[in-house]
């Protein structure tokens, strides 16, 4: 069984496919799931475009049609924890939907799955610590050298650090520094916000199949967050995902 890659932007994904295989491609409800090798493990890259619908999507078709036994989603995400800086790496614990909300309804809690009874979707701790390892392997091999100097001055990206702990996930992309407190006053803990990493635990948990979830912040979504993130995703995200995920599949015997 192969281990399925997502991310929610071409170029969160854009390394990772060039460096597959012996790919074939299938395209299944638009989106193209590139089967193939990498670093000697069967894996399934898709592209599944941005949101918990599109994210849940393919993460389902990763599941049911090409039957991967494990699920890791890499990408960018927004810092809402005011230690973190952009080119810091977050890990999922924990993700949960900020904009679920059935609460009005007296039976249900804020942010609740109405009939999972569930807030938030905890990742499987033998796959999330391995996905640590290996991105602290990435940080400390050569792994920001294939980018950019400038682009790593502007951003101040010297020694990034790592943080294990929860992601919140909505429709939406945050640009507003109130709405940030105000999530960090409901959602303990809260790390980064981003718009797929949840929809995909969701899935995973409900199919019984692991999952993690790796985001590099992008931005401090805040008002210069769109600036940020685009120039992030243009210059940076590729090489944090080909080079963390590489690290994860090189050593898999130790996850495995
Ligand atoms: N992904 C990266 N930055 C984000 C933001 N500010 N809001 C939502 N998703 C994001």
């Known amino acids: 069984m192969a281990i399925g890659i997502m991310g929610a932007m071409p170029e969160e994904i854009f390394l990772i496919s060039e460096n597959i295989t012996g790919k074939k491609i299938t395209t299944i409800g638009g989106r193209d799931y590139i089967t193939g090798k990498l670093c000697e493990q069967n894996v399934v890259a898709v592209f599944s ?5 599109a994210a849940a999507q393919s993460a389902t078709t990763l599941i049911t049609n090409f039957n991967v036994k494990t699920v890791i989603f ?15 790496i977050v890990i999922a614990r924990d993700l949960l939907q900020h904009d679920m909300d059935a609460s009005p309804i007296p039976a249900f809690k804020k ?16 796959l999330r610590t391995h996905a640590e390892k290996a991105a602290a392997r990435f940080l400390a091999s050569s792994g920001l ?7 790593l001055a502007e951003y101040g990206i010297l020694t990034p650090k790592i943080a294990v702990g929860t992601i919140a996930t909505g429709d939406e992309f945050i640009a507003d520094k109130q709405k940030i407190a105000k999530l960090r006053e409901e959602i303990n803990g809260l790390l980064c916000i981003e718009m797929e990493g949840a929809a995909v635990a969701q899935v995973c948990h409900e199919h019984l199949v692991p999952f993690v979830v790796i985001r590099a912040i992008s931005d401090k979504a805040d008002s210069d967050a769109m600036h940020d993130f685009s120039k992030f995703v243009k210059n940076v995200v590729n090489h944090y995902s080909l080079g963390i995920v590489t690290e994860m599949l090189t050593q898999w015997e130790h996850y495995n």
């Open 74 to 88: 890499t990408g960018v995400a927004g810092g809402a924890d005011p230690d973190l800086n952009i080119g810091d």
């Open 145 to 151: 050298a294939d980018i950019d100097s400038e682009i």
């Open 111 to 126: 942010f609740e799955i109405p009939l999972l009874g569930l807030t938030h979707f905890i990742s499987q701790l033998e």
């Open 49 to 53: 475009r941005w949101g918990k619908v």
